[in-house]
C-alpha cells in the first residue's frame, strides 16, 4: 500500500513539472508547431511605403507549394523569414532554403534575408509577434529579441 501510494505521488510530481509554463501564456505559440498560424509580418522597421517588404516577402513565400507557413520579421537591416516546410517534403529542406533565399534575394536585391526553417527560430518569431500584440514590449526590447533571434540563426549554421 506505501509502495502504490509513493508511486502515484511521483507521477503526480512528474506530469504537475511537465506542466510548468514560466508564468506566460503563449496561446498561439503554444499551438505554433502543430498547426498553420499565418501570422501577418511583423515591422520594426517603419517605412513610408503603402506596403511593406514584409507583407511582400509573405505573400511570396506563401505561394510555395512546399511550404505551408510562414513568419516574416522586418528589422532595420534585416528580414527574418521561418516557415514550415510541408511532412513529406522535409528531404528537400536544405533545397528548398537554398531556391527561396536566391528568389529573395534575386526579388528584393536592397535587402538582406535570414532565411530558417528551423522550428525554434519560427516559434521565437510567433512569441515576438505576440508579445507586441499585448503591448509587453517596447521598441527597444522587441529589437533586442529581433538580434537575439538572428544570433540563433547564426549559431545554428
Do not use: W
Given at each position: ?27 498561439e ?11 501577418p509580418?511583423?515591422?520594426l ?8 517588404v ?34 513529406l ?15 529573395l ?20 518569431a ?32
Amino acid at each position: 500500500m506505501l509502495s502504490k501510494s509513493i508511486i502515484m505521488t511521483v507521477i503526480v510530481l512528474m506530469l504537475s513539472a511537465c506542466a510548468y509554463d514560466d508564468g506566460k501564456e503563449h496561446n498561439e505559440s503554444d499551438s505554433a508547431l502543430l498547426k498553420t498560424t499565418s501570422p501577418p509580418p511583423i515591422e520594426l522597421k517603419q517605412r513610408e511605403e503603402k506596403k511593406s517588404v514584409a507583407y511582400q516577402v509573405r505573400e511570396e513565400v506563401s505561394k510555395i507549394d512546399e511550404i505551408y507557413d510562414v513568419a516574416v520579421i522586418e528589422g532595420d537591416k534585416k528580414i527574418i523569414v521561418a516557415y514550415k516546410v510541408k511532412h513529406l517534403k522535409r528531404f528537400k529542406m536544405k533545397k528548398i532554403e537554398k531556391e527561396l533565399t536566391e528568389r529573395l534575394n534575386k526579388e528584393y536585391p536592397d535587402d538582406k534575408f535570414i532565411v530558417s526553417s528551423d522550428y525554434k527560430i519560427f516559434l521565437e518569431a510567433i512569441r515576438l509577434k505576440e508579445d507586441l500584440d499585448e503591448d509587453n514590449l517596447s521598441n527597444d526590447e522587441a529589437a533586442k529579441r529581433f538580434k537575439k533571434i538572428v544570433r540563433l540563426k547564426e549559431e545554428m549554421t
